[in-house]
C-alpha cells in the first residue's frame, strides 16, 4: 500500500517575521548597516523561539475583548490576602500544601501573567529611563520586577555605596522570600520600590517602606555584576557558646535582620559568604527565618575587646595589673594555708598524645561556636558522666545514690595513689596502690587526667582505669577537677557533663541545714556547714560556670537530694537513649 507523505511543515513561519526578513535587504542598502548586524537580524527573526513568540503575541492582541472575559484582573492581590488569612490557621495540611503553592516563585509568574493578560498589558512599552547614562557613556539596562509581599520580611539587607550614590543589595538571606523569588541578586542596584525613587533614601527607609507593603509590590533595579553567583546552602551545624541578641549589637549591619540565639543552642550555619558576618537558622525549626551572626573571627575580636577594656577599668581601679588573674580562684576569705592544700587534684598542664593534649592548659581561648555533629548511641558502649561543680555542692552523695540504685548499670574510676595500704583496704578496690616511682613515671607519660599530692602522697586518675570501665559496657561515673575537662573532652571518651549547680542562697542554707550537712577538714574531722561555706559554695560556683560552661552538656541545680537524684537518673537514661550533638571531631 503506497504510503503519503504530508507536505505541510512542522514549523510555523510567522508571517511578520517573514516581511521583517524580506526586508533586511532594503535596510541594508538604505542604511548602511554592517553585514554582521543584517546577519544577525536575519537569524533571529528565523529562530523557532523569536517566531512562536510573534505568534503568541499576536493571538493575545488581534482577539476581541468580549473572549478576554476574566472574573478578576488582581488574582495576584487576592493571593497575597488568602495567604496573609489562612498563615495562622494552625497545622492543617491542606492550609500547608496551599501555602506552598502560593509561595512557589513559578505559581506567582502564573499569576502575574494572568494579571498582564486580563488588563491586556502585554504591548511593548520602552519608558524613557529604559536606559539609565552613566558617567562613561555607558547605558545600563533597568529591570522592572514584580512580586507578592506577605508580612514576611524580604529576605534582603541593603547598604549605601558610597562610590556611586546609589543602594545595592548587600546580601540575600537564603530560604527568604528574595531568595525564593529569584528575582534580587547581591549587587543590583535599587531605582523605584512601588513607583517611588529611593535615590534620597537610606537603606533603613527602604527597609521600613518595604515592611508596610502587601501585596503586589513592583521594583524598578539596575542588574549587578553577581547574577551569575549562587547561594548554596552549607550543611554545617555548630553549637553556641554565648547569648546573642542582635538588637543589642552595635555592630550588626541590620538587626531587624539578626538571629537571637543562647548558649548552648546548636545553629544551622546556611552560608559564610560573608566573612564578618554568617546566616544561619536554629537547628530543628524547619520554619525558622534565617537571620545574621557574628562568625567565629568578628566574635572572638569582640570578645578579646571587652576583655581588654575591662582589664582596662580593673587595672585604672585598684591602680595595679590584672594579668594572670583567673575568673575561677579560689575565695580570697580562704586563707591561703588553706587553699594550697584545699585542691587535692590538679589537671595536666602540658605535652601529650595528639587526641587528647591538643591545647596547652594556659592558653586562654574564646569559646564562640564549636561544629557539632549528631552522635548516636549504642548499647554496648555508653558515654562517660562528668559531674563538675564547687566543693559542697553533693557531687559525691548524687552519685553514692546513683550507684546504690542502680550497682549493675553505673561504676566509678579506682583512682591510683602511692601511699602505703591500709591493713582493711584492699588493692584494686579502694586505690591501685603503686609505687611512688611508677606513679611518676605515669604523670611524665602523661598517663593520667589528673594528679596531686597530699600530705606527701601522690593521688591521681589514669586513661586506663575509665577506658577500663567504658569498654566493660557500663556507665562510668567520674567527679573531677573543673581543671582536668580540658583533657576528658576528647573523641576517646566522649564524656556527658553535668554541672551541679548550688541553688539560691536561701534555700542552701535552709536545706543544708535541715540535713545537717557536714563539711570536712584537713585530717578527717568534721563540722557543720557555715554561713561563710555557702557564699564559698556560691562564689566558685558562679566563676566555674563562667570559665567552663561551654563544656557544660546539661545544668543541674541540686537543691533537694532526692529530687535532684531522680533528675540525673533522667538525663543518664535519655542519654542512653537518644542521639547527642557532639564535636564534629569525636564522630570523625
Not at 548602511?32 to 503575541?57: C, G, N, V, Y
Not at 587535692?344 to 592548659?361: C, F, N
Not at 566543693?391 to 552519685?399: A, D, I, M, Q, T
Amino acid at each position: 500500500m503506497p504510503v503519503t507523505l504530508s507536505l505541510k511543515t512542522q514549523q510555523y513561519i510567522d508571517p511578520d517575521a517573514n516581511k521583517i526578513v524580506s526586508s533586511l535587504p532594503v535596510l541594508h542598502s538604505e542604511y548602511s548597516a554592517p553585514d554582521e548586524h543584517i546577519a544577525f537580524l536575519r537569524r533571529f527573526f528565523r529562530a523557532h523561539d523569536t517566531q512562536t513568540l510573534m505568534k503568541i503575541f499576536r493571538k493575545l492582541y488581534m482577539v476581541e475583548c468580549r473572549r478576554l472575559s476574566p472574573l478578576t484582573r488582581a488574582v495576584v492581590s487576592i493571593a497575597a490576602t488568602v495567604y496573609g488569612n489562612i498563615r495562622g490557621c494552625g497545622h492543617n495540611i491542606l492550609v500547608t500544601e496551599l501555602l506552598q503553592i502560593l509561595s512557589k516563585p513559578n505559581f506567582q509568574a502564573l499569576l502575574y501573567c494572568h494579571d498582564k493578560i486580563a488588563s491586556r498589558d502585554f504591548s511593548p512599552q520602552l519608558s524613557e529611563d529604559f536606559g539609565v547614562q552613566n558617567g562613561d557613556d555607558q547605558t545600563e539596562h533597568v529591570t522592572v520586577i514584580q512580586f507578592i509581599k506577605t508580612s514576611e520580611p524580604l529576605g534582603a539587607t541593603l547598604q549605601y555605596n558610597d562610590e556611586t550614590g546609589t543602594l545595592q543589595i548587600a546580601r540575600i538571606m537564603i530560604g527568604g522570600a528574595a531568595d525564593r523569588s529569584g528575582l534580587l541578586h547581591i549587587g543590583d542596584e535599587i531605582l523605584e520600590v512601588a513607583g517611588k525613587s529611593v535615590r534620597d533614601k537610606t537603606p533603613d527607609e527602604v527597609v521600613q517602606m518595604l515592611g508596610k507593603m502587601t501585596g503586589s509590590i513592583s521594583m524598578k533595579i539596575v542588574s549587578g555584576t553577581n547574577r551569575l553567583v549562587t547561594l548554596r546552602e552549607s550543611k554545617m551545624r555548630v553549637r553556641a557558646f554565648f547569648d546573642y541578641n542582635p538588637i543589642n549589637d552595635v555592630l550588626n549591619p541590620c538587626p531587624d535582620a539578626g538571629l537571637n540565639f543562647c548558649r548552648g543552642d546548636v545553629l544551622h550555619i546556611v552560608s559564610q559568604d560573608d566573612p564578618w558576618w554568617w546566616q544561619a537558622r536554629k537547628e530543628g525549626e524547619l520554619s525558622g527565618k534565617t537571620g545574621l551572626i557574628p562568625a567565629r573571627q568578628l566574635q572572638e575580636r569582640t570578645e578579646m575587646m571587652k576583655r581588654y577594656h575591662s582589664d582596662e577599668d580593673l587595672r585604672n581601679c585598684t591602680g595595679r595589673s590584672s594579668r594572670g588573674t583567673s575568673p575561677c580562684r579560689i575565695s580570697p576569705k580562704i586563707p591561703r594555708s588553706r587553699r594550697i592544700k584545699k585542691t587535692m587534684y590538679q589537671a595536666q598542664h602540658s605535652g601529650g598524645t595528639p587526641e587528647i593534649y591538643r591545647r596547652e592548659y594556659d592558653i586562654e581561648d574564646i569559646p564562640t561556636y564549636e561544629e557539632v555533629e549528631l552522635f548516636q548511641p549504642t548499647q554496648d558502649r555508653f558515654r562517660p558522666v562528668v559531674l563538675i561543680g564547687p566543693p559542697g555542692v553533693g557531687r559525691n552523695e548524687l552519685k553514692r545514690r546513683v550507684m546504690v540504685y542502680a550497682p549493675d548499670t553505673f561504676e566509678e574510676v579506682v583512682p591510683y595513689t602511692s601511699r602505703k595500704r591500709k591493713q582493711h583496704e584492699q588493692d584494686s578496690r579502694e586505690y591501685h596502690f603503686v609505687p611512688r616511682e611508677e606513679m611518676e613515671r605515669g604523670i611524665i607519660n602523661h598517663k593520667f587526667v589528673e594528679f596531686g599530692e597530699f600530705k606527701g602522697n601522690l593521688y591521681g586518675t589514669s586513661y586506663a582505669s575509665i577506658r577500663s570501665v567504658i569498654q566493660s559496657g557500663k556507665i562510668c561515673l567520674l567527679t573531677p577537677h573543673t581543671q582536668a575537662l580540658k583533657f576528658l573532652r576528647c573523641a576517646e571518651i566522649k564524656p556527658f557533663v553535668i554541672f551541679i549547680k548550688p541553688p539560691p542562697l536561701e534555700v542552701l542554707r535552709m536545706t543544708r541545714r535541715q540535713t545537717r550537712a557536714m563539711k570536712t577538714l584537713e585530717g578527717g574531722t568534721t563540722r557543720l556547714l557555715t554561713d561563710e561555706d555557702f557564699t564559698d559554695m556560691l562564689s566558685i560556683g558562679a566563676r566555674i560556670e563562667i570559665k567552663y560552661a561551654h563544656f557544660f552538656d546539661a545544668i543541674l541545680i541540686n537543691d533537694d537530694i532526692i529530687k535532684a537524684s531522680k533528675q540525673l537518673l533522667a538525663v543518664i537514661n535519655e542519654l542512653q537513649s537518644k542521639p547527642q550533638w557532639v564535636p564534629l571531631s569525636w564522630v570523625r
